[in-house]
T-cell receptor, first 117, second 113 residues
Framework: GAVVSQHPSWVICKSGTSVKIECRSL??????MFWYRQFPKQSLMLMAT?????????EQGVEKDKFLINHASLTLSTLTVTSAHPEDSSFYIC?????????????FGDGTRLSIL | SQKIEQNSEALNIQEGKTATLTCNYT??????LQWYRQDPGRGPVFLLL?????KEKRKERLKVTFDTTLKQSLFHITASQPADSATYLC????????????FGSGTRLQVQP
């Protein structure tokens, strides 16, 4: 149980393109989803917290107009990288938690490798 | 702000030995601490969660300890196998209201056959 699916797994596109990444919880309802970014040989850095039906909370230094997050249902959150540039190339990973209590582990997707040419 | 340090970037051990990974943190008193495994090009996979009022937790060949006085967690893999080779990440809750996590930089474990 607790499977999180992330799509696409990798994408290569030209500078200036907008890219949408989907994160789905397949067998549970996720009231909260998190979006992380990971550069090579570095750890995961939290970008934003996404709650179903409300605006996302962004971490300091993350541009909310560049990284648009939508959490329209209990099983789907999307991250759109708008007007992507080479410096946005990274590994983007989502995770989800259910509403059932505190201290629950996060369930991660397998990430999206984004390469901007 | 919180700071999490994992003792070494890489750890090489022989198959069958016990691997011990260290996670130290400062400037915070977390309610719980988690350990994850990450394989190259994959998302992290949850392994164990230990709460502040628990000193030790076990799951099969895995054992985690949590010393809130030392601000340290130890992660042990007994009877290690080559399949245990991966990067292991410790993570703390940023604040219980949000359930967001702060991750350490990870320790890359290599188990030699």
């Amino acid at each position: 149980g607790a499977v999180v699916s992330q799509h696409p797994s990798w994408v290569i596109c030209k500078s200036g393109t907008s890219v949408k990444i989907e994160c789905r919880s397949l067998d549970f309802q996720a009231t909260t989803m998190f979006w992380y970014r990971q550069f090579p040989k570095q750890s995961l850095m939290l970008m934003a917290t996404s709650n179903e039906g409300s605006k996302a909370t962004y971490e300091q230094g993350v541009e909310k107009d560049k990284f648009l997050i939508n959490h329209a249902s209990l099983t789907l959150s999307t991250l759109t990288v708008t007007s992507a540039h080479p410096e946005d190339s990274s590994f983007y990973i989502c995770s989800a938690v259910s509403w059932t209590g505190q201290n629950q582990p996060q369930h991660f997707g397998d990430g999206t490798r984004l390469s901007i040419l | 702000s919180q700071k999490i340090e994992q003792n070494s970037e890489a750890l090489n051990i022989q198959e069958g030995k016990t691997a011990t990974l260290t996670c130290n943190y400062t400037n915070y008193s977390p309610a719980y601490l988690q350990w994850y495994r990450q394989d190259p090009g994959r998302g992290p996979v949850f392994l164990l969660l230990i709460r502040e009022n628990e000193k030790e937790k076990r799951k099969e060949r895995l054992k985690v300890t949590f010393d809130t006085t030392l601000k340290q967690s130890l992660f042990h893999i007994t009877a290690s196998q080559p399949a245990d080779s991966a990067t292991y990440l410790c993570a703390l809750d940023m604040d219980t209201g949000r359930r967001a996590l702060t991750f350490g930089s990870g320790t890359r474990l290599q188990v030699q056959p």
